[in-house]
Each structure stands twice: as structure tokens, then as C-alpha cells.
């Protein structure tokens, strides 16, 4: 599912080299292929899809490293986590402020921009003692994918359930 978007598709491992050598990490061979697998994808992959895409290039990396290294790469601000409830951690090279679109039945996760949603103010959070730093908003729903692979093959256990319940 390429290139539908227009995104930030230009970022390359060099360009982040910079950024590295300042927090005195230079950008080994391991580093440079896990932030390429990170950029070559654009579908929010886990720390573990990185690690299998690593791996055909280094077999020797370490699923250990691969962990380490994301979790580097989102210290260092050139990725971000996109996490939603339930479900492993999501690595995102796209750091700007930005929403998704989380499919409930692949956990494909798309990007969304969309102005308005940049500007909802933010709860008051004062009783809790929870101070907000930044939110994005996750849209629950189907993806495309998904949307004709059921109307393809419904499966009859949801409506069947809900049937009962009535
Ligand atoms: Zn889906
Ligand atoms: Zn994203």
C-alpha cells in the first residue's frame, strides 16, 4: 500500500546521521539498517516486524539490539511511538504532529493529518495531577483490506451473537 499519501518519504538514514553523532552515537551498520527498515516502511511496523526486516540484511543482529535501537530512535526524537491499547508497541519515522487510523482487524495503522484535530484543547487534567505533554487521536475501524475481505467472507459469528443478545 504505497504512496497513496503524500508524506514525509524524503528522510534518509544520512539525514539523521547528524543527529547521532551529537548524543556521541556514531551510525553503525546495525543502526543505519534498523533506521532503513524504519523508513522503508510505512506501516507503523513493531519492534519485531523490524527485527525480521533486519535480519534478512544482518543475520546476525540481535533481536535485543533491534529493541534497543528503536527505543534510541524515539529518545532521540527521530521516531515516535504509536501505541494503542492492547497491542505491541508501534515504531513511526513520521515525528510531526499527526493522527491514525488503527484497523481493528489487521492492527494496520495509517497516518492522518487533519488540521482541526491539531487544535482540540486539551481536558483539564488538575484533579488528576496528570500533567498532558502531547496527544494524537487513534480512529478505531476498518481498513480498505479489511472492508472487502469481509464483505467477501462475512464472518457469521458477530452478527450471530448479537442477535441473541436482543
Ligand atoms: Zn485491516
Ligand atoms: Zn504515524
Known amino acids: 500500500m504505497a504512496g497513496t ?8 538514514a544520512d539525514a539523521f546521521a547528524p543527529r547521532f553523532r551529537q548524543h556521541g552515537l556514531p551510525l553503525t551498520v546495525q543502526r543505519r539498517a ?3 527498515a524504519l ?5 507503523h ?6 527485527f ?7 543475520p546476525e543482529v540481535s533481536r535485543t539490539t533491534v529493541y534497543r535501537v528503536l527505543e534510541t530512535l524515539v529518545e532521540l526524537g527521530l521516531a515516535r511511538k504509536a501505541s494503542h491499547l492492547g497491542a ?7 515525528t510531526g504532529h499527526h493522527h491514525h487510523l488503527v484497523c481493528l ?6 497516518d492522518l493529518e487533519d488540521a482541526r484535530l491539531d487544535q482540540l484543547s486539551l481536558p483539564d487534567t488538575r484533579r488528576t495531577g496528570f500533567a498532558i505533554s502531547d496527544y494524537s487521536v487513534h480512529f478505531l475501524g476498518l481498513c480498505p483490506q479489511c472492508r472487502r475481505e469481509q464483505a467477501e467472507a462475512p464472518t457469521p ?9 436482543q
Open 5 to 12: 499519501e503524500p508524506r514525509v518519504a524524503t528522510k534518509t
Open 34 to 36: 534498523i533506521l532503513e
Open 39 to 43: 523508513l522503508r516502511r510505512e506501516d
Open 45 to 50: 511496523p513493531t519492534a519485531e516486524q523490524i
Open 52 to 58: 525480521a526486516d533486519v535480519k534478512t540484511r544482518i
Open 88 to 94: 505491541a508497541a508501534r515504531f513511526d519515522p513520521n
Open 105 to 110: 482487524r489487521c492492527d494496520r495503522v495509517v
Open 157 to 165: 459469528r458477530e452478527p450471530a451473537r448479537r442477535k441473541r443478545r
